[in-house]
T-cell receptor, first 109, second 115 residues
Framework: RKEVEQDPGPFNVPEGATVAFNCTYS??????FFWYRQDCRKEPKLLMSVYSSGNEDGRFTAQLNSASLYISLLIRDSKLSDSATYLCVVTGSNYQLIWGAGTKLIIKP | GAVVSQHPSWVICKSGTSVKIECRSLDFQATTMFWYRQFPKQSLMLMAT?????????EQGVEKDKFLINHASLTLSTLTVTSAHPEDSSFYICSARDHGQHGYTFGSGTRLTVV
């Protein structure tokens, strides 16, 4: 079983729609969780950290369920510029980042 | 904010040659540097972790004699791919962790193509 699992997609979503991604992880000792965004052939960029109480940043909402070992990302009112691959990331015991393979999102006009 | 300068951005080399990739933290001290590689449509995979002034810790399956990591200062870490082969073609990316800020800053990545 992979340490971090995501649905690879692609998710084809019309502009303005709401889309949600889930991610599951296997290490219950993981302490930090993130969503990163990666555009084609670019380095990943931090989208937001994920806190146990849930957190929101504009159109983006992240949730953590540590009991069930999953993380979610919700994007509201999606824009064309949201098209990218979204990577779920958890930290390991040595602070290294453990990455999911990413979920590809395509926003269509 | 914190910036990590990584270069080269891309490199094409002949099989059997060595390639050095540099990551330099510009306005903070990178006490820990992580080196990842990413094959197409796959996740970033940690290759090794290096702390300034000490030997790098390599992940299982990563040959330490092939991927030489040097982290001699708090602002510079290098990865040298020795005797590169076509299967080493990948996207290599560094990530610095500043213990003071508790954040991760990524370099812009190096796309290596070995022909």
């Amino acid at each position: 079983r992979k340490e971090v699992e995501q649905d690879p997609g692609p998710f084809n979503v019309p502009e303005g729609a709401t889309v949600a991604f889930n991610c599951t992880y296997s290490n219950s000792a993981s302490q930090s969780f993130f969503w990163y965004r990666q555009d084609c052939r670019k380095e990943p960029k931090l989208l937001m950290s994920v806190y146990s109480s849930g957190n929101e940043d504009g159109r983006f909402t992240a949730q953590l369920n540590s009991a069930s070992l999953y993380i979610s990302l919700l994007i509201r009112d999606s824009k064309l510029s949201d098209s990218a691959t979204y990577l779920c990331v958890v930290t390991g015991s040595n602070y290294q980042l453990i990455w999911g393979a990413g979920t590809k999102l395509i926003i269509k006009p | 904010g914190a910036v990590v300068s990584q270069h080269p951005s891309w490199v094409i080399c002949k099989s059997g040659t060595s390639v050095k990739i540099e990551c330099r933290s510009l306005d903070f001290q990178a006490t820990t540097m992580f080196w990842y590689r990413q094959f197409p449509k796959q996740s970033l995979m940690l290759m090794a972790t290096s702390n300034e002034g000490s030997k790098a810790t390599y992940e299982q399956g990563v040959e330490k004699d092939k991927f030489l990591i040097n982290h001699a200062s708090l602002t510079l870490s290098t990865l040298t791919v020795t005797s590169a082969h076509p299967e080493d073609s990948s996207f290599y990316i560094c990530s610095a962790r500043d213990h003071g800020q508790h954040g991760y800053t990524f370099g812009s990545g190096t796309r290596l193509t070995v022909v």
